[in-house]
C-alpha cells in the first residue's frame, strides 16, 4: 500500500490547482432582490433620444451598440441598421442594404462593430455570410465559412466568431482574419446529445481576456490564442440548472424549459464585476465581485435593478438578452428605455424626467449609457 501513497499525491496535487482556479458562482442561493443604488457602480448616466423621423422609425425588438461617436441599432423586425450620433441622437445614416444584388444582405441576425477599422459587420445567418461595410454604410466585402456565426469578438487583429450549428459540425468557434480566411477553429468537447439548441454561444472581454460561455455548460472558459478552454467560473444554480447533468433532466428527453430552470443570460464584466442575466420566472440578473466573491441580486419592490440615484430615472436593469445592448467603451453599460412602458410612472425631477417631458410614446427609444467607475 505505501507504494500508491506518492502516485495518489502527485495525482491530488496536479488535480487541486485546477480546481481552486474555477471560481464557484452560489447564484441559486442569492435570487431574492436586495435594495442597492447605482452610485456604487456607476459615476454617470447619459441619455440620449434616438431621433425620430420617417426614415429610422424603430421597432422594439433592437441590438444597440454605441462607441465613442455612434451608435448602432439593428432593427430585428424592419431588417436595417441605422447610425445615430452618440451625443444628440441625430440619424445618420443606415448600414448596408437587404436585396438579392452585389453587397445585399438577405437576413441578418447579428451585427458587430469594430470602432478601430470602422467597420460593421452584419451576419446573415440564413446564407452563411458575414457583410462588412464602413461607417458611412459604403460595402467593403463579404466572407462565408464552415460556420453559422451571430456573435463576434475582436483579438488583436483577427476575429472570434461563433458557430450556431455547433451541434451538427461539432465546431464550437473560428478564428478569421479580416478577410474571413479561418486560422483555427476549436471542437466542441462535449460529446453528450442534446435535443435542441436553445442559446447561441458567446464572447465577451474581461480584464484583457477573453472569455467564452456555451447554453450547454455551467462554466465560464478562458479562451487562450490557440482556442484552448480553461475553466474559470462554475455558475451554481443548483437543481434548477437548464444544463442536464446525472441527477437532472435531459434535454434530448423532451424537457426543456420549466418554470423553476435558471436560465443563463449574456454576461458583461468591468474590472472586478460580472453582471450576469438570469431568468426564472422573470427576468433578473445577479452581480458577482470576482475579488471578495460577494453576489447578489439587485432589486426593489419585486422588480429586478439598481436603484438610479444619480439621475432619478427608472429601475436599472441588465437586460437579460444583453447582447442585444452593448458598447466598445470598456466602461460602459447600454440598455433601451421604450417610452409606452413607462408611461405610467411618475418620476422626480431630474435628467432623465427633463428627457422624457419633451418626447411622446410614439418618439424612438431612449438610450442609456451608464459609465462605471
Not at 18 to 32: E, G, S
Not at 116 to 126: E, G, H, N, P
Request: hydrophobic fraction near 35%.
Amino acid at each position: 500500500m505505501k507504494k500508491h501513497y506518492p502516485i495518489f499525491l502527485i495525482f491530488i496535487a496536479n488535480i487541486l490547482p485546477i480546481n481552486a482556479q474555477v471560481k464557484n458562482i452560489p447564484l441559486y442561493k442569492n435570487l431574492a432582490y436586495k435594495e442597492n443604488k447605482i452610485s456604487e457602480y456607476a459615476s454617470a448616466i447619459k441619455y440620449v433620444p434616438l431621433e425620430t423621423k420617417r426614415e429610422c422609425l424603430l421597432n422594439e425588438e433592437l441590438q444597440i451598440i454605441a462607441t465613442s461617436q455612434y451608435i448602432f441599432v439593428h432593427d430585428f423586425l424592419a431588417d436595417k441598421v441605422y447610425r445615430f450620433d452618440v451625443n444628440s441622437g441625430k440619424f445618420l445614416n443606415t448600414i448596408g442594404k437587404k436585396g438579392q444584388g452585389p453587397g445585399e444582405y438577405k437576413k441578418m441576425f447579428g451585427i458587430y462593430v469594430d470602432d478601430t477599422r470602422k467597420k460593421c459587420f452584419l451576419m446573415d445567418s440564413y446564407a452563411g455570410q458575414t457583410y462588412v461595410y464602413d461607417f458611412d454604410g459604403k460595402f467593403d466585402s463579404v466572407f462565408s465559412g464552415p460556420y453559422v456565426a451571430n456573435r463576434m469578438i475582436k483579438t488583436n487583429n483577427n476575429y472570434l466568431v461563433n458557430n450556431m450549428l455547433y451541434l451538427q459540425s461539432k465546431n464550437e468557434m473560428f478564428l478569421i482574419n479580416d478577410k474571413g480566411k479561418v486560422l483555427r477553429k476549436a471542437t466542441l468537447s462535449d460529446n453528450k446529445k442534446y435535443g435542441m439548441q436553445l442559446w447561441a454561444p458567446y464572447f465577451f472581454n474581461h480584464n484583457e481576456k477573453i472569455y467564452y460561455k456555451n447554453y450547454i455548460s455551467d462554466y465560464i472558459y478562458a479562451i487562450d490564442k490557440s482556442l484552448n478552454k480553461s475553466p474559470a467560473y462554475f455558475i451554481d444554480c443548483g437543481k434548477k440548472a437548464v444544463n442536464p447533468r446525472e441527477d437532472q433532466y435531459r434535454l434530448d428527453k423532451g424537457s426543456v424549459i420549466e418554470k423553476s430552470t435558471i436560465v443563463i443570460g449574456e454576461i458583461k464584466a468591468y474590472k472586478d464585476i460580472l453582471y450576469i442575466p438570469y431568468c426564472t420566472d422573470k427576468r433578473s440578473f445577479a452581480v458577482y465581485n470576482v475579488k471578495t466573491e460577494r453576489i447578489f441580486s439587485p432589486g426593489k419592490g419585486g422588480k429586478s435593478g439598481f436603484t438610479d440615484d444619480i439621475t432619478n430615472g427608472p429601475l436599472i436593469e441588465v437586460p437579460y438578452s444583453s447582447y442585444l445592448f452593448d458598447s466598445c467603451v470598456p466602461n460602459q453599460l447600454v440598455s433601451a428605455i421604450y417610452l409606452s412602458k413607462i408611461e405610467d410612472e411618475k418620476f422626480k425631477p431630474g435628467a432623465f424626467k427633463k428627457i422624457m417631458d419633451k418626447l411622446d410614446i410614439d418618439s424612438n427609444p431612449i438610450v442609456r449609457i451608464i459609465t462605471l467607475k
